[in-house]
Nanobody, 124 residues
Framework: VQLQASGGGLVQPGGSLRLSCAAS????????MAWYRQAPGKERELVAS??????????TYSDSVQGRFTVSRDTGKNMWFLQMNRLKPEDTAVYYC????????????????WGQGTQVTVSS
């Protein structure tokens, strides 16, 4: 089981980016999809998450991105996304996707699965 994050890049302040996280493997279900970020010299922080509950799972956001970022998921494709609008220089960080639990068809459960990071740089 692996998570692959993509979509990062360099964008000007006020711009937008859409991050994607794709899970691979013989996946039956994914619970607790989330996005984290880590800026240089800072601790990794939770940006957005979708709680258990299918397509309409409860979404939460950090105060710093509330109203600008939107997290979503495509259950059928085992993917989730982070639409980032009105980006600010302080959003510059490496963004990571994470799943609290991934269950594969054999019944085995993988806990706290992290993807590799994707760099987001907001600069003029």
């Amino acid at each position: 089981v692996q998570l692959q994050a993509s979509g990062g890049g360099l964008v000007q302040p006020g711009g937008s980016l859409r991050l994607s996280c794709a899970a691979s493997g013989s996946i039956d279900s994914i619970d607790g999809m989330a996005w984290y970020r880590q800026a240089p010299g800072k601790e990794r922080e939770l940006v957005a998450s979708i709680a258990d509950g299918g397509v309409s799972g409860r979404k939460t956001y950090s105060d710093s991105v509330q109203g600008r970022f939107t997290v979503s998921r495509d259950t059928g494709k085992n993917m989730w996304f982070l639409q980032m609008n009105r980006l600010k220089p302080e959003d510059t960080a490496v963004y990571y996707c994470k799943a609290d639990q991934i269950t594969v068809w054999s019944g085995r459960k993988y806990l706290r699965v992290w993807g590799q990071g994707t760099q987001v740089t907001v600069s003029s």
